[in-house]
């Protein structure tokens, strides 16, 4: 499985993915997924959403245990990123079926669409539509890089855009969602241990920063008569770095877009992208808020104007401590660690039980080529996983 999919949406310059929601890309990892299931058995569905279910038994008896996890991919990220839950879900129904059980539950492999938002801007946006976080009209209205929205980008792939919208009969079916996830980070690297259980999300969002000055030339306008946005973005990323090291958080513009983006120009406007997160959301609100009032204050003194739009916020996922808590038990006392990475089960937790499963990561690097994970952690995760699939779903 891995071999087969390690291809799809390869650079060949970085050696990373791009996997962007409703490219061709998308669509061959999406054909990957439903060869796996006709492989299997599985009766393979694409819900409202374009999000895929591969079903082993009736989804409309209700209670069942879903598993799985995403395709897509931020740009040139790395190859674990969401395929490793992915592929470990169909390796441990295989390894399960291996060991003769029969199950008492449905039991579904999920893909959801588009969770990182590298595209559209708004990440687990299959999830989030889903469960009604997202609005369809809003979803509909996102736009690309190249101003393609987000409802043309899926007509040309081949579905209805009208359709989008919340699916609680569907959500309301699940019973349990465990998403196994490479750890993104190095909690567990120091350890004996190559699979940990999730114990919480921190508090996230994303931030647009708007900053509009005056276009000139840069050959030809005087310092004291610019107004160069440039300037106020770039004290603003100080500003947001001092800001996250001083509250224990974490506070990236790892995106910029800047008009009319000409060497020998100074621009007219700079858009930047925040990413922050922290442990509570007092913090988070508090980093954030003076992130903003950085770039309000700097941007008076150099007469460029600030907007700021959030684009999209997940509060603190706390797992269901029940099911976080027979999975550890299950597993025999392993690590339960919280993370500040995003994911599906975090959108899904105050709809659906969720919980989530993380393989250790040697370098600790994500959203990078050089994310990794050792052929044995990816077993001992398979195995890990179909353990918690038994004790949940079979007899």
């Not at 106020?232 to 009319?260: C, M, N, Q, S, W």
């Not at 007092?282 to 700021?308: F, P, Q, S």
């Amino acid at each position: 499985m891995w071999r087969d999919l390690a291809g799809i949406g390869r650079s060949a310059e970085t050696g990373g993915y791009r996997r962007y929601a409703w490219t061709p890309a998308d669509t061959d990892c999406r054909a990957w997924f439903h060869d796996q299931a006709a492989a299997r058995g599985l009766a393979c569905e694409t819900d409202r959403n374009g999000n895929q279910w591969a079903w082993l038994g009736d989804p409309a008896a209700g209670d069942a245990v879903v598993t799985g996890s995403h395709l897509d991919s931020v740009p040139d990220g790395g190859a674990f990123d969401g395929p490793l839950g992915v592929v470990s879900a169909f390796a441990a129904l295989d390894e399960l079926r291996s060991r003769g059980r029969e199950f008492d539950r449905p039991l579904a492999v999920v893909n959801f669409g588009d969770e990182e938002g590298a595209r559209f801007g708004v990440a687990c946006t299959g999830s989030r539509l889903s469960s009604g976080k997202l609005g369809a009209e809003a979803a509909r209205a996102l736009r690309d890089a190249d101003g393609v929205t987000l409802a043309q980008a899926m007509e040309r792939a081949g579905q209805d855009p009208e359709a989008l919208g919340p699916d609680p009969d569907r959500l309301a079916r699940v019973g349990a969602f465990v998403e196994l996830h490479v750890e993104q980070g190095r909690a567990l690297a120091d350890t004996p241990h190559p699979v940990g259980v999730a114990s919480a999300i921190w508090p996230h969002g994303r931030w647009r920063f708007d900053f509009h000055g005056e276009a000139n030339h840069a050959g030809t306008t005087r310092i004291v008569d610019r107004r160069d946005p440039m300037l106020t973005y770039a004290r603003t990323v100080l500003a947001a770095r001092a800001e996250a090291e001083a509250a224990g958080a974490l506070a990236t513009f790892g995106k910029v877009a800047v008009d009319p983006n000409g060497v020998n120009a100074i621009a007219s406007r700079v858009r930047g992208w925040l990413d922050s997160r922290a442990a509570d959301e007092a913090t988070l609100d508090a980093v954030v808020t003076a992130i903003e009032r950085a770039a309000v204050e700097h941007g008076r003194g150099d007469g460029v104007r600030v907007g700021v739009t959030r684009e999209s916020f997940t509060p603190v996922v706390e797992f269901a401590h029940d099911l976080r808590d027979r999975i550890a038990a299950r597993l025999d006392g392993v690590p339960v660690l919280p993370t500040g990475a995003g994911h599906d089960a975090g959108i899904l937790a105050d709809t659906v039980p969720t919980a989530m499963l993380f393989v250790r990561n040697p370098t600790g690097v994500s959203h990078s080529p050089a994310e990794q994970a050792t052929e044995d952690d990816c077993h001992a995760g398979v195995d890990a996983l179909a353990d918690v699939l038994e004790d949940l779903a079979c007899r």
